[in-house]
Each structure stands twice: as C-alpha cells, then as structure tokens.
C-alpha cells in the first residue's frame, strides 16, 4: 500500500511563493498519476493540479493557472507543488494522492479513485 507525507507548508505574506513536497513510498512511483488537493477554513476539499507517472501530463484547476505548477522527480519518488504569487484566498490545508487511475479520474472524481492521501500540511497566506 502506498503511502505519502506532505511538507514545505508555512505562513507567507500575499505575493510570496511556497513549494510543497509529497513524498511517496514504495518502488513503483512512476505507476501512480498524483495530485494536490486543498481545504479551506468552512470549505470542501478541491482538486488544484495533477500530474501523470510518467511527468509528461499536468492539469491544474483555473484559479491557480499561472501561479501554481505541479512537477514530480520520479528518482526521488517525490512531487512537488510550486506555488508563486499566493493570496489570502490560496489559505488551506493541501493534500498529497496518489492513485493508479488517470489524471483525469483523480481531477474529477477523486473519491473513487485516490489510493493513498497524506496528512495534509497548513498553508497560511497573510494580507
């Protein structure tokens, strides 16, 4: 069973930049497509961005396009999530998943096809 653990959260003013990093256990890390999830204070979790096995296919939701970028160095079984010019808004718990399904899948329904979910790590963006 895979299993991954988030870190790199913190407290940052509006406009500064944070990078997330996830990282998985187990050989076959190139197998699972991943991907980075948020919660909000009084909000439901939602999908930010994905990312195949391979690394040649990522998808990110509209409100982080241009700011967020989502990359993974499968030597090192680890992903990353870049995150530029944050706003008060981007304040949330962010979760690491891998799952075996398509990047596809793991955007749109990843109730039903996440394998694995980290423990999440606070991201705070101060006005």
């Known amino acids: 069973q895979v299993q991954v653990v988030e870190s790199g959260g913190g407290l940052v003013q509006a406009g500064g930049s944070l990078r997330l990093s996830c990282v998985t256990s187990?050989?076959?890390?190139?197998?699972?497509?991943m991907a980075w999830f948020r919660q909000g204070p009084g909000k439901e979790r939602e999908f930010v961005a994905t990312?195949?096995?391979?690394?040649?296919?990522?998808y990110h939701t509209d409100s982080v396009k241009g700011r967020f970028a989502i990359s993974r160095d499968n030597a090192k079984n680890t992903v990353y999530l870049q995150m530029n010019s944050l706003k008060p808004e981007d304040t949330a718990v962010y979760y690491c998943?891998?799952?075996?399904?398509?990047?596809?899948?793991?955007?749109?329904?990843?109730?039903?096809?996440?394998?694995?979910w980290g423990q999440g790590t606070q991201v705070t963006v101060s006005s």
């Open positions: 187990g050989r076959t890390f190139s197998h699972y497509a």
């Open positions: 990312i195949s096995g391979s690394g040649d296919y990522t």
């Open positions: 998943a891998a799952s075996r399904a398509t990047t596809r899948a793991m955007a749109f329904t990843p109730s039903d096809v996440v394998d694995a």
